[in-house]
């Protein structure tokens, strides 16, 4: 039986498609940018890059090989983004340690990031129904004996931006638990300057960009240390990946427009937006 898939036909002619002409500007940083722009293709959008954050290796590493050289006595790692689980490995890989003493941890990595977490150590333990941190608290919460448990989350160090509350609300909310919690800063986020953004934030003041994309709330406060005002991004249609991004931008007086219910891959992100055209152009 034929059933028909998903995934978009590449030779479909691009004005049939629901992002056909729509400029739609990634502030993800370039690690994400390019997997999400990918998916905008596919929908027959137009990405144009303007990452706002980037994230790097680290400058200090005493407090993640202090936590990497006694791995063993964690009883979790929980890992709350792909970064984390790639400098995470990186960085034990540049000191020689075994990738099996990680096995007698249980490991925890959202949505898609599992898959990137299996690739490094050949498992995964837990992989919260919902795609956020609050979904991560309420599957250990169910867990029996998980108090007085030690966790170790890697976490982003932040520099130049307020720290988002993603990651302290965790803390706090695993606390409460009675879990022992240690936080790693494991990799930095940062922002971008913006002068390197002339062209792009041009287009955007003339409205020539149709949504800005935001997939973390770093982004949208680096975002928004890029602009003069409101007035710069009026005219753009605000798209945010997941309700937690949404909610912080609306904290942050950001209107925001698309949420993509979907928020465990950046598929479901490009498609949201698909879909928000596809309803405006038939309500028309």
């Known amino acids: 039986m034929h059933t028909e898939s998903r995934e978009i036909n590449l030779l479909t002619p691009s004005r049939n498609l629901p992002l056909y002409g729509k400029r739609i500007l990634v502030t993800a940083p370039r690690n994400y940018a390019y997997r999400l722009s990918e998916q905008i293709i596919k929908q027959g959008g137009l990405p144009v890059l303007m990452p706002t954050i980037e994230t790097c290796y680290l400058s200090n590493y005493t407090k993640l090989d202090a936590a990497l050289n006694h791995i063993g006595e964690f009883d979790w790692i929980i890992f709350t983004s792909r970064n984390g689980i790639t400098a995470f490995f990186q960085r034990m890989n540049d000191l020689d340690?075994?990738?099996?003493?990680?096995?007698?941890?249980?490991?925890?990595?959202?949505?898609?990031?599992?898959e990137s977490l299996s690739s490094f150590c050949g498992k995964v333990d837990l992989i919260?129904?919902?795609s956020s941190p609050a979904g991560i608290v309420a599957e250990l919460a169910k867990l029996l004996e998980i108090h007085d448990k030690k966790v170790l989350i890697p976490?982003?160090?932040v520099v130049g931006l307020p720290e988002p509350d993603v990651v302290p609300n965790l803390i706090t909310d695993l606390r409460e638990l009675g879990i022992k919690v240690t936080p790693v800063p494991t990799y930095i986020t940062q922002g971008l300057d913006k002068n390197i953004y002339s062209i792009e934030l041009n287009l955007m003041r003339q409205g020539m960009i149709d949504v800005i994309a935001f997939s973390s709330t770093a982004e949208v406060e680096s975002f928004?240390?890029?602009?003069?005002?409101?007035?710069?991004?009026?005219r753009c249609i605000i798209a945010c990946f997941g309700p937690y991004t949404t909610?912080?931008?609306?904290?942050?007086?950001?209107?925001?427009?698309i949420v993509s219910k979907d928020y465990s891959s950046f598929e479901g992100f490009a498609e949201a937006?698909?879909?928000?055209f596809t309803l405006t152009s038939s309500s028309h």
């Open 97 to 114: 340690i075994p990738v099996s003493v990680v096995q007698k941890c249980h490991l925890c990595a959202l949505g898609e990031d599992a």
């Open 128 to 130: 919260p129904t919902e």
């Open 155 to 157: 976490a982003p160090e």
């Open 224 to 234: 928004l240390t890029m602009v003069n005002s409101q007035s710069d991004y009026e």
């Open 247 to 257: 909610a912080n931008a609306q904290k942050l007086g950001v209107d925001v427009s």
């Open 273 to 276: 937006i698909a879909t928000f």
